[in-house]
């Protein structure tokens, strides 16, 4: 079945410093993947919709230029959390959906950030 | 927002059925519900999804009410590692995102 890695699984931050993630579709294209914050014991909250070859759609209240993304290809997508502050603390997950109506949405494993 | 509810918790006794109920009585005509589970610090797990009509795979059953506001998921035999947060989500057309709601923990009990 589809595979969605997510890279690195944990990250550990100075405050004031900024942060990669990536997300890859191993085994199918993505024209589409999207970007998930949870913090602890709540439910995923869309972040903003990545997609390939242009800018990323960002949900209400989401700072675009704090959390940066990028969808270079048809399977990359990278996240960075820019000038990271405590509060940003959260584990953060990335999805990709097969293109074609019908097809379910594989979510990667997620990443956990620390910032101190 | 999430266009679902379902209730907060449910326990259910080792290798028996879990039945889990999910409210959607605003949806429309061509949106698709999904279902996921979350196995704490995991990303979530597709389990299944349907549009109108019933769908049964490896994992569990989705029986989807004839008007569609409402849809339960089966997990035939519950196992304890079915313990997990349970999510029923509405497809959002626009932009075909995954909203997420609360969802249901599910404790499977010996």
């Known amino acids: 079945g589809a595979v969605v890695s997510q890279h690195p699984s944990r990250v550990i931050c100075k405050s004031g410093t900024s942060v990669k993630i990536e997300c890859r579709s191993l085994?199918?294209?993505?024209?589409?993947m999207f970007w998930y914050r949870q913090f602890p014991k709540q439910s995923l909250m869309l972040m903003a919709t990545?997609?390939?070859?242009?800018?990323?759609?960002?949900e209400q209240g989401v700072e675009k230029d704090k959390f940066l993304i990028n969808h270079a290809s048809l399977t990359l997508s990278t996240l960075t959390v820019t000038s990271a502050h405590p509060e940003d603390s959260s584990f953060y997950i990335c999805?990709?959906?097969?293109?074609?109506?019908?097809?379910?949405?594989?979510f990667g494993s997620g990443t956990r950030l620390t910032v101190v | 927002d999430a266009k679902t509810t379902q209730p907060p918790s449910m326990d259910c006794a080792e290798g028996r059925a879990a039945n889990l109920p999910c409210n959607h009585s605003?949806?429309?005509?061509?949106?698709?519900v999904y279902w996921y589970r979350q196995i704490h610090s995991q990303g979530p797990q597709y389990i299944i999804h349907?549009?109108?009509n019933n769908e049964t795979n490896e994992m569990a059953s989705l029986i989807i009410t004839e008007d569609r506001k409402s849809s339960t998921l089966i997990l035939p035999h519950a196992t304890l590692r079915d313990t997990a947060v349970y999510y029923c989500?509405?497809?959002?057309?626009?932009?075909?995102?995954?909203?997420f709601g609360a969802g249901t923990i599910l404790r499977v009990k010996s």
């Open positions: 999805s990709a959906s097969e293109q074609g109506v019908g097809y379910g949405y594989t």
């Open positions: 085994d199918f294209q993505a024209t589409t």
């Open positions: 349907g549009l109108k």
């Open positions: 990545s997609n390939e070859g242009s800018k990323a759609t960002y």
């Open positions: 989500i509405v497809r959002v057309l626009e932009g075909n995102k995954l909203v």
């Open positions: 605003t949806i429309s005509g061509n949106e698709y």
